[in-house]
């Protein structure tokens, strides 16, 4: 094919298609990095957010008043459709304090309280073992506590001594103990903490807390006690600062939810996992048939990741717009060349080389110029990505802090859609940008350059 | 003998000046013509009409048989590529390509088979004494680069070769051996020459020589070289 023949060796010989095989690559490569951390911060996010909520929560159109928690009422909202899982929740709030600190109202801590059946919570994907104990991307600048000082979810450290003690005192009562064994202790109920709540105050799991919710009139609804049993962390969102987790029952005593004389026991709400229905109809749907009212994840928290999406949009089209910059260096280059090459178009013309063969050659080599000057920016960018960690680590610096990020490493996201969306820009630019001076060099007469001298 | 190229009644003027005017020619398949003419006489003109790069006011132009003045401009592209060769005094050779790319450009450009086109400018260049070279053009001296030059214009057999002054950048001896091997060639492939020329020793070697004066063809005849050059 004549056209690409021509196009790629005058892109080859040329000098100032070089330039513009570097222009291309940079506006390539710039975009390129700045979204990929742009999508992979918005992953990090959307990650955090969808980790803590379920896919619908129900909660009574008054929530002071809760709902009964009964079977009937279960049965219920699992009939409708679209609904797979289901698991009661006590929202409440409470003053955290060590205990033992009397009067001493300086270390008291406003917490958020939710109480949670952890095997109903476990089965909506929520409070798994990589939220609870998460990998390093999401890990909060304190450490994690080593299994051995930790319990898991509600069992304390103290419930693991406890069931020892008793395998012990089983064994003693079957007279193979040669020595006395110490009294048997009841543990206290485990709640899980925030990371961000407990390491400022100096709090590790063991230690033993208490929490009390004041009904406004110098007395409180509920107070409980409790051993820190396991931390949680949830990274950006900084849901853990305030975060507690109780036992059901326990976040019931605590706002005064619990089953009394008659009344049934209550609950501030449900959350929902569907079947993989769309979440919207489902909420709907339950919303119709229980009266309650039904929000998603995204009515909760969905609004912050649309945020940080419509912002990635944003600036990815920013940046297409910048890229329009690089018409005007791919268009000077191109009529550079063709100026330059007048005399060989005019000689090809001449040998019979046809006017839209000429304007190909040329419109290949914009393309052919962008599509590889976008591929060498897809690795520059990519290249400079996977540097970015090992660079910082071994210099010493964190470019991403994880004061600030929750993350030690820099939240890369190395999706493919995104070097191709600009790569399809870029070819799109250099070829709008490289017609003009094709057509000009289709309309080079060859009488005009055949009597100049020339090769 | 067939003929490969009839002009007749051809005219070319511009605003104010009439180039050509009745232009009568014919060329026969093996032929050698050459052109004289002073300068602004319209030597080139004719060889830009006759190469299809221009179109006449009137007249017509009959390539094997082919009216090609009424051809659409595709069709003349088409037509110039694959049954006209130029040669020319300044060689216009490609420069960023190499010895053999150039030479391979007219059947580029013609669309021959691009296999067979290579096995015949191995054959070309081998009988003008280039066999085996290849590389940048520029460091081809003035005959080199013309003998590279007359290679391209023959490769897709041409009926008609024009050439416009092909020695005129030559030193004596060069044009002698180029210009014996543009004629040599030409009558060997079956091409009918039309040669411009100022160089009455170079119209000297032409079969016939028209002289183009006051926009008409002047057959002068074939005249001994020594007849010209003292008159």
Known sequence: MLAAHLGLRWLQRRRAAWLALAAVALTVAVPVFFIDLMQGWYRLVAVNARAYEADIVVQPRVQMQGLRDTPAGREAILAVPGVAR???????????????????????????????DWGLDAQLGRLDPAILHPQPILALRAPLISPEERGSGFATPAWRAATALAGLHLASALGGMPSALPPMQRPRPGVVCGRELLYPQGMRPGETIQLALPNGSGGTVGRITAEISDTIGTGVLEIDRYLVIAPLPLAQRLAGMQARGDRQARVSGFRLATDGSDIDTVAQRVAETTGLRALTWQDLRGNMVKMMEIQRNISAAGMIAVQLLTIFVIYAVFSTMVVELRHDIGVLRGL??????????????????????????????????????????WCGFSLFPESVFYTPMAPTSFDVWIPLLFI????????????????RAARVEPIDTLREGGG | ?????????????????????????????????AVRGASGTGKSTLLHLLGLLDRPDAGQIVLDNE?????????????????????????????????????????????????????????????????????????????????????????????????????????????????????????????????????PAVAARADRTLELRAGRLQDR???????????
Request: a neutral charge; one cysteine or more.
């Open chain 2, 67 to 199: 009216d090609v003045c009424t051809l659409s401009e595709a069709r003349r592209t088409s037509v110039r590529a694959r049954r006209v060769g130029f040669v020319f005094q300044a060689f216009h050779l490609l420069t960023d390509f190499t010895l053999r790319e150039n030479v391979l450009m007219s059947a580029r450009t013609a669309g021959l088979d691009l296999a067979a086109a290579a096995r015949r400018t191995d054959e070309l260049l081998t009988r003008i004494g280039l066999a085996g070279r290849d590389g940048d053009v520029r460091t081809l001296s003035g005959g080199e680069r013309q003998r590279v030059a007359l290679c391209r214009a023959l490769l897709p057999r041409p009926g008609l070769l024009l050439a416009d002054e092909p020695t005129g950048n030559l030193d004596p001896a060069t044009a002698e051996t180029v210009l014996g091997e543009i004629i040599g060639l030409a009558k060997a492939e079956g091409s009918a020459v039309i040669m411009v020329t100022h160089d």
């Open chain 2, 221 to 231: 005849g074939l005249q001994p070289a020594s007849s010209i050059i003292a008159g």
């Open chain 1, 352 to 393: 019979g080389a046809r006017r839209r063969v000429l304007a190909g050659a040329f419109l290949i080599a914009g393309m052919v110029c962008c599509l590889s000057g976008g591929l060498l920016g897809w690795g520059l960018a990519w290249g400079v990505l996977a540097a970015l960690n090992p660079v910082s680590d």
């Open chain 1, 424 to 439: 399809a820009s870029m070819s799109t630019i250099g070829l709008i940008a490289v017609l003009l001076p094709a057509l």
């Open chain 1, 86 to 116: 289901l698991a009661p929740v006590v929202d409440s709030w409470a003053i955290l304090s060590r205990t033992g600190v009397g009067d001493d109202l300086r270390g008291n801590l406003p917490s958020q309280v939710q109480g949670v």
């Open chain 2, 1 to 33: 003998m067939s003929h490969r190229l009839t002009v007749t009644g051809l005219r070319k003027a511009y605003p104010g000046l009439t180039v050509l005017d009745s232009v009568e020619l014919r060329a026969d398949v093996g032929e050698v013509i």
